[in-house]
């Protein structure tokens, strides 16, 4: 059910990724080291060897000041890695609330879905259980309805995860329970009796 994972695990460094310096540097949480590499002339929209650009790994990190430094520096808050995931969503997977507060301040679009997986930054939170997260996103219009490519909504990827919190403030902000015939007869019960 974890779509995320093994985009995620790669921007981890749990794989045999190949980083320059700067995306060392976003993983890291080096300021000093990410001003010294742009003013030197390393382009901050540079991606690693698997695509993924510093801005997603500072977010996914949990580097504010670091994601705060690469968007004054002109890099899109809009930037995708090659599964199409932004820094929103990466940010949003890690429970990241400061980095995703201040993506949403930029005007990171909090619905985008525009990825290999049609996950919106929501659906990464509730998956991984990010109750804050979840909130804040619910406080800026996210769409508790929203679809990933397999059809299950956000309240759906929290249940499957048993993350109950997450699952409950979806309910609670409107999230409708999923036939059973599409999430399977335990979860459907479970999320009917939380209604």
Same mark, same amino acid.
């Given at each position: 059910?974890?779509?995320?994972l093994? $985009?995620?695990?790669?921007?981890m460094g749990t794989s ?9 540097a976003?993983? +890291?949480?080096d ?11 390393t382009?901050?929209? /540079?991606?690693d ?7 997603l ?8 000041? $670091?994601v705060?430094?690469?968007l ?11 599964g199409g995931?932004t820094? *929103?969503?990466a940010?949003a ?8 507060? *201040?993506?949403?301040?930029k005007?990171?679009?909090?619905? /985008?879905?525009k990825?290999?997986?049609h996950?919106?930054?929501l659906?990464?939170? !509730?998956?991984?259980?990010? !109750?804050?997260?979840?909130?804040? #996103?619910l406080?800026?219009?996210? /769409? $508790? ?8 909504t956000p309240?759906t990827?929290?249940?499957w ?5 997450a699952a409950? *403030? ?10 059973? /015939? $599409?999430?399977?007869?335990? #979860?459907? +019960?479970?999320? *009917?009796?939380?209604?």
């Open positions: 059910m974890n779509v995320f093994p $985009i995620m695990l790669v921007l045999s990724t190949v980083a320059g310096p700067l995306h060392d976003a993983k +890291n949480g300021l000093k080291l990410a001003r010294q590499l742009l003013d030197q002339g382009n901050p929209t /540079d991606f060897s698997s695509g993924e650009p510093a801005l790994i500072a977010s996914l990190a949990g580097h504010a000041d $670091i705060a430094f690469l004054d520096k002109g890099v899109s808050v809009e930037s995708r890695n090659k995931l820094a *929103l969503h940010a997977y890690a429970g990241n609330l400061d980095v995703v507060k *201040l993506l949403v301040s005007k990171a679009p909090v619905n /985008d879905d990825n290999f997986y996950m919106s930054p659906h990464a939170a !509730a998956e991984e259980g990010h !109750a804050e997260v979840v909130a804040f #996103l406080a800026n219009k996210a /769409d $508790i309805e929203a679809k990933e490519r397999n059809g299950y309240v990827q929290a249940g995860r048993s993350h109950w919190e409950d *403030l979806l309910l609670k902000a409107g999230a409708v329970c999923q036939a059973a /015939d $599409i999430v399977g007869e335990p #979860l459907y +019960n479970e999320c *009917l009796k939380r209604k």
